[in-house]
């Protein structure tokens, strides 16, 4: 019998005993037939005239220094979609914990879990860009979703922390199916990391200190120019698998290259911003020519079709790299964020400490 996992277009017309649940503040615990029974929560003023049953709970409010459970859900199966915004910045961190474990499998400051890494914006679709992808949606104005698939044994946790010094709301609705999970599913996994400048002739670690088997299906990144000398982004990505020491197995040809463009996204003297199903350079926030100085740039890379599989563990690096004269390689010092997105066969050990909220925060 199906069990409802792996959802495509392909098998949409597959019956399977799979159950559909949902958290949201209108239904904390994703009981069937308990949704929509508030009766306090943000909307309760809202709804005053219209009783229970009318958005009395469509979000919750975090207060500072705050941390909140989303969800925190029993069985066997696989979160299939996850919708979110509301008053959230970098300065929220959400973590997601598999089957008991109390170490987080998902430690990222909110937005960038979902590619975002600014607030800034230089179209007219709200505070955040649109970003169309098969893997992350961000639609006007605000709305983050993402449809990675994360199965599950025994239970799942969300948690989400309020590092600023104000209130902050969320609304979110967490979709999940509750089935029988094979034994090959691995657990989903990832983790931000920032190099802030990045060192002179050093390189920034997207990720390491992964152990067992799996594979890396993605990764998001900001980079925030700091450096002169025009072109950015002659850095190859470095895959070191399983046993690789000082020479990686997969060596990519450029930074741009990595994310499915080229020759600097160069079409006609500008950059040209794009958002495409695996891959985009989604987002490029000009310099004002006087306190906003330097370009930033967002883009995302999903290795859905061409995932890169590891046996005992993996690392990932990118270099940072321009021009300067006489046709020589500059090692610049720009300013990388990254979210890398994984699979891997038990729940992640430790993870990095995160930064700071000073240092954290993109002016």
Same mark, same amino acid.
């Given at each position: 019998?199906?069990?409802?996992?792996?959802?495509?277009?392909?098998?949409?017309?597959?019956?399977?005993?799979?159950r559909?649940?949902?958290?949201?503040?209108?239904?904390?615990?994703g009981?069937p037939?308990?949704?929509?029974?508030?009766?306090?929560?943000?909307?309760k003023?809202?709804?005053?005239?219209?009783? &229970?049953?009318?958005?009395?709970s469509?979000? +919750?409010?975090?207060?500072?220094?705050?941390? /909140?459970?989303?969800?925190?859900?029993?069985?066997?199966?696989?979160?299939?979609?996850?919708?979110?915004?509301g008053?959230?910045?970098?300065?929220?961190?959400?973590r997601?914990?598999?089957?008991?474990?109390?170490?987080?499998?998902?430690?990222?400051?909110l937005?960038?879990?979902?590619?975002?890494?600014?607030?800034?914006?230089?179209?007219?679709?709200?505070?955040?860009?649109l970003?169309?992808?098969?893997?992350?949606?961000?639609?006007?104005?605000?709305?983050?979703?993402?449809y990675?698939?994360?199965?599950? &044994?025994s239970?799942? &946790?969300?948690t989400?922390?309020?590092?600023?010094?104000?209130?902050?709301?969320?609304?979110?609705?967490?979709?999940y199916?509750?089935?029988?999970?094979?034994?090959d599913?691995?657990?989903?996994?990832?983790?931000?990391?920032?190099?802030?400048?990045?060192?002179y002739?050093?390189?920034?670690?997207?990720?390491?200190? +992964?152990?067992?088997?799996?594979?890396? +299906?993605?990764?998001?990144?900001?980079?925030?120019?700091?450096?002169?000398?025009?072109?950015?982004?002659?850095?190859?990505?470095?895959?070191?698998?399983?046993?690789?020491?000082?020479?990686?197995?997969i060596?990519?040809?450029?930074?741009?290259?990595?994310?499915?463009?080229?020759?600097?996204?160069?079409?006609?003297?500008?950059?040209?911003?794009?958002?495409?199903?695996?891959?985009?350079?989604?987002?490029?926030?000009?310099?004002?020519?006087?306190?906003?100085?330097?370009?930033?740039?967002?883009?995302? &890379?999903?290795?859905?079709?061409?995932?890169?599989?590891?046996?005992?563990? /993996?690392?990932?690096?990118?270099?940072?790299?321009?021009?300067?004269?006489?046709?020589?390689?500059?090692?610049?010092?720009?300013?990388?964020?990254?979210?890398?997105?994984?699979?891997?066969?038990?729940?992640?050990?430790?993870?990095?400490?995160?930064?700071? +909220?000073?240092?954290?925060?993109?002016?």
């Amino acid at each position: 019998m199906f069990n409802g996992l792996g959802m495509n277009i392909s098998n949409l017309s597959r019956l399977s005993d799979a159950r559909s649940r949902s958290v949201s503040p209108e239904n904390f615990t994703g009981e069937p037939g308990k949704g929509g029974m508030a009766t306090e929560g943000t909307g309760k003023n809202c709804a005053r005239e219209m009783g &229970r049953g009318w958005k009395i709970s469509p979000s +919750v409010s975090i207060a500072p220094g705050e941390t /909140i459970t989303l969800a925190d859900i029993s069985g066997q199966g696989a979160v299939q979609s996850i919708w979110m915004t509301g008053q959230l910045s970098l300065e929220s961190i959400l973590r997601i914990y598999w089957d008991g474990s109390d170490t987080p499998s998902v430690e990222v400051p909110l937005p960038a879990f979902f590619a975002l890494f600014t607030n800034k914006a230089e179209n007219n679709n709200g505070l955040f860009p649109l970003l169309t992808s098969s893997a992350v949606m961000v639609a006007p104005c605000r709305g983050m979703s993402c449809y990675w698939e994360m199965p599950f &044994r025994s239970s799942f &946790r969300f948690t989400l922390e309020n590092r600023s010094a104000h209130n902050q709301v969320c609304y979110y609705q967490i979709n999940y199916t509750l089935t029988e999970v094979p034994d090959d599913c691995a657990y989903f996994h990832a983790q931000y990391r920032q190099s802030c400048p990045v060192p002179y002739m050093g390189v920034h670690t997207v990720l390491d200190g +992964v152990k067992g088997k799996g594979q890396f +299906v993605g990764c998001a990144m900001y980079a925030g120019l700091n450096s002169a000398g025009g072109w950015w982004g002659e850095g190859e990505f470095k895959f070191y698998i399983d046993s690789d020491t000082e020479y990686p197995t997969i060596c990519g040809t450029g930074t741009e290259d990595y994310f499915l463009g080229a020759y600097n996204w160069d079409n006609g003297g500008k950059y040209e911003t794009y958002s495409g199903p695996y891959a985009g350079m989604f987002q490029v926030i000009p310099s004002n020519g006087l306190y906003a100085s330097q370009m930033r740039f967002s883009m995302y &890379r999903w290795h859905i079709p061409d995932p890169i599989r590891f046996e005992s563990g /993996i690392k990932v690096t990118v270099q940072d790299l321009g021009w300067r004269s006489d046709g020589r390689y500059l090692s610049r010092r720009d300013d990388i964020r990254t979210v890398a997105y994984w699979y891997q066969s038990a729940p992640a050990s430790d993870f990095p400490t995160l930064p700071s +909220v000073e240092e954290l925060e993109i002016n």
